[in-house]
Nanobody, 121 residues
């Protein structure tokens, strides 16, 4: 099994910054894509950012230029730097990882439990 543990959420004023981290552990041969979704109350879960194993990134239009995703493959960890935060960024942020447990087994998607980000105006 694979566990994802997020950290770095909290309360910040508008215009401030946070850095989220998500570390994967367990039976891991390789990790394909890693990334972050978020879900605000009453809203659907939406993709925030994604990064492949070779470093290619995708961002939601709403966070382009403000958020930066990165990963450390040696540590099986993905990061999300959140800058210029606004109240609209308030949500629970969930990390995910597409993990290959061995070279003979297909990949599976794993999720963290989520970390709350609250931005006050």
């Amino acid at each position: 099994q694979v566990q994802l543990v997020e950290s770095g959420g909290g309360l910040v004023q508008a215009g401030g910054s946070l850095r989220l981290s998500c570390a994967a552990s367990g039976i891991i041969f390789k990790i394909n894509a890693m990334g972050w979704f978020r879900q605000a109350p009453g809203n659907k879960r939406e993709l925030v950012a994604d990064v492949t194993s070779d470093g290619s990134t995708v961002y939601a239009d709403s966070v382009k230029g403000r958020f930066t995703i990165s990963r450390d493959n040696a540590k099986n960890t993905v990061y999300l730097q959140l800058d210029s935060l606004g109240p609209e960024d308030t949500a629970v942020y969930y990390c995910y990882a597409n993990v290959v447990p061995s070279h003979t087994v297909r990949s599976s998607q794993f999720w963290g439990r989520g970390t709350q980000v609250t931005v006050s105006s």
